[in-house]
């Protein structure tokens, strides 16, 4: 009896699944894009709301985390790619998948329009910048003044017995940010004069976070008086009325770019390659200004409210090929030199 | 009849034995099923994640060509291998590198200068690497030819083959096996204190005629409920720069070994006590009368009586307890600090630099003092069962006044510690900026504008603990059944035990990762379930298997098997006796088995960190993410969520228990 009824429940249960399966495929034509990204959580929706607004029939389904986690799952899947678009990833990130020929060279309609830094150097470039993402201390005046701290004008200053245990930044072994700080630095002084001054910072180091935008809210809450982290964290924070103050230091700061590529061997090219060529847009370019001061498209950009004004002549002339191609190099080394040291700090 | 299934010849054999024995095959069957499963999901990904850790990278400098444009000719191809003979540029140790590895091939060439206007040419011999220039990949055995400023950006790339190399990279980086000392002592250390702890509130429980024993049970079992990065969490409120009392740390910071000591005992301190209070509650009453009656001091009575028929039970504790420490994850990931643990190591390794062959050797490096802890455990386990005779009286606590009092007061303290993280965490959840603006308010709990999914993972958790419970509670007590009703097949029962043992001995991180290496490879068939909740499932599951399958076996244990004889003779087959007799009588234990599953699924963090996908964010995952992008509050408010629903799973849990008790157990009364 039991066994009776059971089937039949069965039986309906199959014929009803696969008619909702057949309908689905039929009535909703809209094809599902899976797009991974690291853009911030709050913006996720706004993007995909706005290319709706022009594309409707494609429907993005994210998949978020931060840069270190998608690279991983990127490179994880390899030889069995599960997203379509990449949607907002360091161009670092890109790089590394690029040599390793994950990507597929595109040229989006209308690329010409971009700032060249903006865009892959192959022929057919393998991806597309959509905003810079610019490297700043996190100044909590409260904390500062409780503490008898002046402000910081240049990465050297850093340097000062003064700020011993006032400092925090992410560690590069698990951060985009991190290593971003890193190898602008060993950019700006050279790679012995970058790893002396991190010898020198390094004993000032309060620890080192996991994640590239927790100092700046650590600076924020008040955990911790200076953060290194990024601007665009950091004007968020100021924004919510947390007492900070942006400081971009003299010597320049290094930046990484938000970029776009498709994955190869996506079975839905074409709904990608409509993805990629809306995201270089005027339109799209406006939409990443809400929150980024520097964007890919030249003239678009409008200062954005408790960004730092000078921030766009301080970003060095980022080598983003050095940085991919000495990658493995400089993590070994910074982790060498500074990971060992188990014993915490005492303040 | 217990060799039905084996025996040849069925001339002589009563009438019965067919249908037994088709019985037993059924059951073989089922076992050979639920057998399957635990190889599909723990035997073979451990064994992809142990061959992932022998797969290394170096660099094929015999692979590599080059020829050299001099006045008017190109020089003969020379190969990179015997140029580095020459130069002894690149060490051994160089070449052996990760996947990720590059060298620049600049080295080879000592006058070399981009600004000269020598030419190169680069090949590869075979297809077995390759090299990039700057980003662009080059993959064929073509001549390629670069002038002196671009072959500065030629780098090669390794090629992969099998070898101890990572192993050796492993054991000579200190930064790395630092990580093995770390471990350790942390889980050391934590093992002696929350052992002590645990054996003091269990003793006060146990032999103290103290008032709101019942209260305070509920209380220490309260961390259950949560997952172990949030007392982290708490502690950052108290004792972080900005902690309410930060004083009382006299300088030392709470990010590193203190906090992750003190985090640790919070999250172990039920699973220690459930053991020693289980250990203390079967002691022998006639021996305390018989110290009693010998005049020995109360002191002397403790010491020869309590401790040695508790020792077992304290041995099982602290391994369990350095198990749970060892391989944990959250709790250092939150407020370690600088200091390394092993567990935190992998997620270093394949999340920040994508180095999964590392992160592999790390993986079986934990997997060594987890297995080792665990064998320990079990066989001191054994040992326990046989304690109790037949004859042994419970033993009685009389009131003792000051007694009492001492041990209401130290059971007031420890609950005070567990209820005062927990309450730490509800509190922050609700202040609005900690410490600029101390104002009350639920915006810590719109979790859409945060990391990690949204009230989406909030349900997803649900959804995961239900399918975890049911699917789990279904799949353990069935292979459990079946390998105690089992008639025979001594063998494949012993080897069943086997693997449903091995899940405990497994950290959840490996499990995880395993998962990846396997699952993930598209030559494998089952690779449609990766990035579903399904996985999440299976992995669940198999995380906690053990347990579930010893609560199970111990339920069925207690069943004679006089039941499948009497069934069998009556021409009864055994799924009939299983629904109508066995599975009802031993229902409190599915029901425990199902609970345990929820709650467990709920706040498990890592075995899943490395499995969930855009539709399958979960409520744990989002605490860790929420907190690691400096979302501290609203982390707080999500692990709140979970230890509420894990509450009120728990309640409806009692709550049907007791219903299904009347019904179904009326028979345990006499």
């Known amino acids: ?347 | 009849m217990s060799h039905t299934t084996t025996l040849p010849d069925t001339d002589t054999a009563p009438l019965i034995r067919p249908k037994t024995s088709r019985d037993d095959k059924i059951k073989a069957v089922f076992m050979a099923v639920i057998g399957l499963y635990l190889v599909i999901t723990l035997a073979l990904p451990l064994y992809a994640m142990l061959s992932k850790s022998f797969s290394t990278y170096s660099f094929d400098l015999s692979n590599f060509e080059f020829q050299v444009y001099k006045i008017d000719s190109w020089s003969e191809p020379v190969t990179a291998l015997s140029l580095n003979q020459k130069l002894n540029v690149v060490t051994p140790a160089e070449l052996s590198t990760s996947s990720d590895g590059r060298l620049g091939v600049t080295a080879f060439f000592p006058d070399f200068s981009f600004r000269s206007i020598t030419r190169y040419k680069i090949r590869q011999i075979n297809l077995d690497s390759s090299f990039l220039v700057g980003s662009e990949r080059i993959a064929d055995t073509e001549w390629h030819e670069f002038s002196s400023n671009d072959f500065r950006r030629v780098v090669l790339r390794p090629s992969s083959s099998t070898g101890l190399d990572n192993y050796k990279i492993y054991f000579s980086t200190p930064s790395l096996f630092k990580s093995i000392e770390n471990s350790l002592f942390i889980a050391f250390v934590v093992m002696i204190i929350t052992v002590s702890m645990a054996f003091g509130f269990a003793y006060a429980l146990n032999r103290s005629t103290m008032r709101f024993k019942g209260v305070f049970r509920l209380i220490a079992m309260a961390p259950i409920l949560v997952p172990s990065l949030l007392p982290g969490i708490a502690l950052v409120y108290l004792f972080g720069n900005q902690g309410m009392i930060k004083g009382l740390l006299m300088g030392q910071s709470i990010y590193g070994p203190i906090g992750i000591i003190i985090g640790s005992i919070f999250f172990t301190f039920p699973h220690a006590l459930i053991i020693i209070s289980t250990a203390l509650s079967i002691s022998d009453g006639r021996l305390y009368e018989a110290a009693i009656s010998l005049r020995a001091s109360r002191w002397k009575t403790f010491w020869t009586v309590t401790i040695p028929a508790a020792r077992y039970g304290l041995f099982s504790a602290a391994f369990v307890v350095f198990n749970l420490v060892i391989t944990d994850f959250g709790l250092p990931k939150v407020i370690g600090g600088q200091y390394n643990m092993l567990a935190v190591d992998i997620y270093k390794q394949v999340i920040g630099q994508q180095n999964f062959e590392m992160g592999a050797v790390v993986s079986v490096v934990l997997l060594l003092p987890a297995m080792f802890a665990f064998s320990i455990d079990r066989y001191v386990q054994k040992k326990q069962v046989a304690q109790l005779s037949a004859q042994s009286v419970p033993y009685e606590p009389k009131p003792h006044k000051r007694f009492d009092l001492i041990c209401l007061f130290y059971s007031l303290l420890v609950a005070v510690f567990i209820m005062g993280l927990i309450g730490v965490c509800q509190y922050a959840a609700l202040i609005k900026f900690w410490p600029y603006d101390l104002s009350l308010g639920l915006s810590n709990y719109n979790f859409e504008v945060m990391d990690g999914g949204g009230w989406g993972s909030y349900f997803n958790s649900i959804k995961l603990a239900f399918f975890t419970a049911i699917a789990g509670t279904l799949m353990v007590f069935i292979g459990a059944y079946m390998v105690e009703k089992t008639n025979g097949l001594t063998t494949a029962r012993s080897a069943f035990q086997f693997l449903a043992m091995m899940p405990m001995a497994v950290p959840g991180m490996v499990l995880g990762l395993a998962y990846i290496f396997f699952f993930n490879n598209p030559a494998n068939p089952l690779n449609s379930i990766y990035a579903t909740m399904g996985i999440l499932v299976i992995c669940t599951v198999t995380h906690f298997y053990t347990v579930s399958h010893l609560t199970a076996v111990t339920a069925l244990k207690q069943m004679d098997r006089e039941f499948e004889s009497v069934a069998s003779s009556l021409k009864q087959p055994f799924y009939k006796l299983l629904f109508k007799v066995t599975f009802p009588v031993c229902l409190p234990a599915t029901l425990d088995i199902s609970i345990y599953l929820f709650v467990n699924a709920m706040t498990t963090v890592s075995a899943v960190i490395f499995l969930y996908s855009p539709d399958t964010t979960l409520a744990s995952i989002a605490v860790l993410n929420m907190d690691d992008a400096g979302d501290v509050a609203p982390a707080a408010a999500m692990g709140m969520m979970i230890f509420y629903t894990n509450v009120a799973a728990r309640l409806i849990h009692i709550f049907i228990t007791r219903k299904l008790m009347i019904k179904t157990q009326a028979w345990r009364v006499r």
């Open chain 1, 1 to 347: 009896m039991f066994k009776k009824s059971f089937m039949k429940t069965a039986a309906v249960g199959c014929i009803a699944a696969v008619s909702m399966i057949g309908m689905s495929q039929s009535t909703l034509a809209a094809t599902d894009l899976v797009v991974y990204s690291a853009i911030e959580a709050e913006d996720l929706a706004r993007y995909a709301k706005t290319f709706n607004e022009d594309h409707p029939d494609i429907n993005i389904k994210w998949v978020r985390d931060s840069t270190g986690i998608v690279t991983a799952k990127l490179l994880a899947e390899k030889d069995n790619p599960q997203a379509d678009v990449v949607w907002g990833l360091a161009a670092t990130s890109l790089l590394l998948l690029k040599s390793e020929g994950l990507l597929d060279p595109y040229k989006p309609k209308g690329v010409e329009a971009l700032d060249k830094k903006f865009v892959d150097k192959g022929d057919v470039p393998s991806w597309v910048g959509m905003d810079a993402w610019v490297a700043s201390i996190c100044y909590n005046t409260v904390e500062a003044a409780k503490n008898n701290l002046t402000p910081p004008k240049t990465w050297k200053d850093l340097l000062k017995p003064e700020y011993k245990g006032h400092l925090i930044m992410p560690n590069p072994n698990s951060s985009g940010t991190g290593f971003l700080d890193v190898s602008s630095w060993l950019q700006i002084y050279g790679e012995d004069g970058g790893w002396e001054f991190m010898d020198g910072l390094h004993e000032n180091i309060s620890r080192y976070t996991h994640s590239g935008s927790k100092p700046c809210k650590l600076a924020a809450a008040g955990e911790i008086p200076i953060g290194i982290s990024f601007a665009f964290r950091g004007a968020k924070s100021k924004a919510k009325g947390a007492p900070l103050e942006i400081i971009v230091p003299e010597e320049g700061v290094g930046w990484d770019m938000e970029a776009t590529a498709i994955i190869a061997g996506t079975d839905k090219l074409k709904a990608a390659q409509t993805l990629v060529d809306w995201s270089i847009t005027k339109k799209a370019n406006e939409m990443y200004n809400i929150g980024y001061a520097v964007v890919a498209y030249p003239g678009v950009a409008k200062p954005v409210k408790f960004f730092p004004e000078n921030l766009l002549d301080k970003m060095i002339d980022n080598d983003f090929e050095f940085a991919a191609n000495n990658r493995k190099r400089i993590l070994s080394t910074w982790q060498e030199r500074y990971d060992s040291k188990s014993d915490p700090k005492k303040k």
